[in-house]
């Protein structure tokens, strides 16, 4: 059983900033992708940012130069680190990694319960 655990979420004002962060824990044997998506109420879900093992990262447009994701692959952690926060930022983050249980087992997506983050005066 896989977990993965979200926590940094809350409103802040704009220009604030907060950080993220999504510790995964249960019977893992790799993990090779880690990122985070949001939904906001009345839009798709969108990939925010993502890094690989190697540490290669990828950004959505909307937040470069803003947000920062980083990793602990000891820890099987990601963190999201978001400055200059917007209220179009507002949504609900989730967190993902991309996994295996066994090295036989096919990779296979996790996901985080979500955190709320609202960016409002």
């Known amino acids: 059983q896989v977990q993965l655990v979200e926590s940094g979420g809350g409103l802040v004002q704009p220009g604030g900033s907060l950080r993220l962060s999504c510790a995964a824990s249960g019977s893992i044997f790799s993990i090779n992708a880690m990122g985070w998506y949001r939904k906001a109420p009345g839009k798709e879900r969108e990939l925010v940012a993502s890094?690989?093992?190697?540490?290669?990262?990828n950004y959505a447009d909307s937040v470069k130069g803003r947000f920062t994701i980083s990793r602990d692959n000891a820890e099987n952690t990601v963190y999201l680190q978001m400055n200059s926060l917007k209220p179009e930022d507002t949504a609900v983050y989730y967190c993902?990694?991309?996994?295996?249980?066994?090295?036989?087992?096919?990779?296979?997506?996790?996901w985080g319960q979500g955190t709320q983050v609202t960016v409002s005066s």
């Open positions: 890094i690989i093992s190697g540490g290669s990262t």
């Open positions: 993902n990694a991309v996994l295996r249980v066994t090295v036989v087992t096919p990779w296979d997506n996790a």
